[in-house]
């Protein structure tokens, strides 16, 4: 897996998951927290580590959203939550994680994991950090 960091042994589980769902993308499948081995095959799924390690993974620094739009955007810190958010715009690309609560529509985001390293931009970009997955979101 080519964004695999540090953690436990890997273990895989083969699951069906959504469309366009690429190697090395965050998974969640109701409250399992993964990364996704290999690209999403014909038969619509992909093996996915299951396990609390850390992965290298793109992550938007939104706040809060103003309508659908991304409104305010912050500094991440090591040990600060990260979110599934698949709400994300199309425009930002191909990211499923945030450091929003709430995602575009104003519901719940899930946690995803934690913030291993940290960025210090206040503005709108897409990050590269390392998340700790947390393997269960309840």
Do not use: W
């Not at 080519?2 to 069906?16: D, H, P, R, V, Y």
């Not at 927290?33 to 299951?50: H, K, T």
């Amino acid at each position: 897996m080519k964004n695999f960091i540090a953690g436990a042994a890997q273990l895989g589980e083969t699951l069906s998951v959504p469309a366009g769902t690429l190697s090395g993308d965050p998974v969640q499948l109701g409250f399992l927290n993964g990364c996704a081995f290999n690209d999403r095959d014909s038969n619509g799924q992909v093996v996915v580590d299951l396990i609390d390690n850390i992965f290298s993974f793109s992550v938007r620094n939104v706040l809060t959203y103003l309508l659908t739009n991304e409104a305010t955007y912050g500094a991440v810190n090591v040990g600060d939550k990260i979110y599934f958010d698949s709400t994300q715009p199309a425009a930002i690309g191909h990211v499923l994680l945030s450091t929003s609560p709430l995602n575009s529509a104003g519901t719940a985001n899930t946690v995803y994991g934690v913030a291993v390293t940290a960025d210090s931009t206040v503005t709108a970009k897409t990050m590269t950090l390392n998340v700790k997955v947390k393997s269960v979101s309840v």
